[in-house]
């Protein structure tokens, strides 16, 4: 037994922070009263509402601790034991409760009970037990007061009954002297994993991806007792999320947080990404050749590619595959002979398979010179020089 002790405020707070991709599903709740006509218990007790001029009428208010900011207060008692309105994590926890004076006469010398049971480690057994005496509630028709009980140590998960009476035997509505609250103790980890994956693969090459990545990540909290559902996932059951921007080794993280505050042990892991063409620097000039015997002509190309880095080059003779080789830079010449209408196609490819195309048709020199100790013909190209086409796409020849 104890004194009533003076009011004191609580503070309670619940902090996590996220970083990276983090999932947080949530169970929702629904409550329906109904008051029917022949219910007599809940008519007379609402007569009784509006009937006296003055009456006695002391309740217990409201539970301010154990509480959870996470999860309000959800009645529903139609299993065995009931479920939880109210999770937490094992620890020790105030007890806490407001007593009000509903009735018009002041209250002296009251005695509130709290009671713990046990439904999980004792089979339902009391477990806790303080009382507080000499509770005065001097001020009527609404008049409060917070008692503190002795702490309580949630030590094991599991289901517990929190029970409180404010006995007074002239109440004329006894049925608010009492009230009760189910608490679901959740020590255990909740889990996630990636529902989906769009696409499953690499849809490049060389393991790269070269779209978007669609991925649909879900999370389950598991059951505190048996038939007794843990605390939630914080926030919804599964969420979706695109990765859409280049990278080597993008790294992934995502993990899952329930309504207590347990966190699962977080998954990693890092997905390579280039939907970015390459591009591509074209130089070409006659090496060698006269206007009898035709033209060597030399194609220089230059590929770049700031994620996957460049594969390799090709090149073509009027859409026949000529020669292909390795990039960055790569060189390929023919012998041109006057009158031909020729096309001629270079392709530079990046690891991913990303590809930029340059087309040139029908080349013609616009300045020649002879090298007398020599009588060989240089003579260079406009770069731009009737180019086609200037186009990059992905994947595939043009």
């Not at 806490?96 to 057994?125: K, R």
């Amino acid at each position: 037994m104890k004194k009533n002790m003076l009011s004191k405020t609580l503070v309670m707070s619940i902090i996590v922070l996220f970083v990276g991709i983090c999932i947080q599903p949530t169970f929702a709740f629904n409550t329906n009263i109904s008051l029917n006509e022949n219910n007599t218990s809940d008519n007379d007790f609402f007569n009784k509402l509006i009937m006296p001029d003055s009456f006695h009428d002391v309740a217990i208010k409201n539970i301010t601790s154990p509480s959870n900011p996470r999860n309000g207060f959800v009645k529903s008692k139609t299993f065995s034991p009931p479920l939880p309105e109210l999770y937490i994590q094992p620890g020790t926890e105030n007890i806490d409760v407001i007593v009000e004076n509903n009735g018009t006469f002041p209250e002296f010398n009251l005695t509130c009970t709290a009671q713990i049971w046990d439904y999980e480690e004792h089979n339902g057994s009391l477990v806790y037990e303080d009382i507080i005496t000499d509770i005065d509630l001097e001020e009527p028709l609404g008049g409060t007061e917070l008692l503190n009980f002795d702490d309580f140590t949630f030590a094991w998960e599991g289901v517990y009954r929190l029970y409180l009476d404010l006995p007074l035997e002239i109440d004329d509505f006894p049925e608010n002297n009492h009230e009760e609250l189910i608490i679901g103790v959740d020590d255990g980890e909740p889990y996630s994993w990636i529902e989906e994956m769009d696409p499953p693969e690499p849809d490049g090459e060389n393991g790269w991806y070269v779209s978007d990545i669609k991925i649909t990540i879900c999370a389950e909290d598991p059951e505190i007792a048996p038939g007794i559902p843990g605390s939630g996932i914080h926030g919804e059951d599964c969420i979706t999320i695109i990765i859409d921007k280049d990278g080597d080794d993008v790294p992934v993280e995502y993990w899952a947080v329930d309504n207590v505050g347990n966190e699962e042990t977080h998954h990693h892991f890092t997905v390579d990404m280039d939907q970015t063409p390459p591009t591509i620097d074209l130089t070409y000039e006659i090496v060698s050749g006269n206007p009898i015997q035709g033209w060597v002509l030399e194609f220089t190309a230059t590929g770049s590619d700031v994620t996957s880095g460049i594969d390799h080059i090709e090149f073509y003779l009027n859409d026949v595959l000529q020669d292909t080789g390795p990039g960055p830079t790569y060189s390929w010449s023919f012998k041109y002979h006057g009158g031909m209408n020729i096309e001629i196609k270079i392709i530079v490819y990046d690891k991913a398979g990303n590809n930029a195309t340059k087309i040139i048709e029908n080349p013609k020199p616009t300045s020649y010179n002879y090298n007398n100790q020599n009588s060989l013909l240089k003579s260079q190209f406009h770069l731009m020089t009737n180019i086609k086409n200037n186009k990059s796409s992905q994947r595939g020849y043009e």
